[in-house]
Nanobody, 115 residues
């Protein structure tokens, strides 16, 4: 599975940004897609994920500010980020998981929150 992410960039605190990630290749109908992030000097952490059935998980630090959604027909997952904080600065990685193929990762897109 290949993952192509887009939408990162520089945004001021309190601003919004939307990330997109399109999956291609051997896509199975039952899967989970989501986003992880890694800040400098820190471990990669889950931000949000969504199953093909629609169930979601969010990191506590982003609940109420970020919303994950997906378009199964386009094999695309989105992350709408709002009320951004400097501590949201990180490289955001798109993630795909299926029982048949395991984990796949995108190349990462940098989100910088700074005034």
């Amino acid at each position: 599975v290949q993952l192509q992410a887009s939408g990162g960039g520089l945004v001021r605190p309190g601003g919004s940004l939307r990330l997109s990630c399109a999956a291609s290749g051997s896509i199975f109908s039952v899967n989970t897609m989501g986003w992880y992030r890694q800040a400098p000097g820190k471990q990669r952490e889950l931000v949000a994920r969504m199953s093909s059935a629609g169930s979601t998980n969010y990191a506590d630090s982003v609940k109420g500010r970020f919303t994950i959604s997906r378009d199964n027909a386009k094999n695309t997952v989105y992350l709408q980020m709002g009320s951004l904080k400097p501590e949201d600065t990180a490289v955001y990685y798109c993630h795909y998981y299926s029982d048949y193929l395991g984990n796949s990762w995108g190349q990462g897109t940098l989100v910088t929150v700074s005034s």
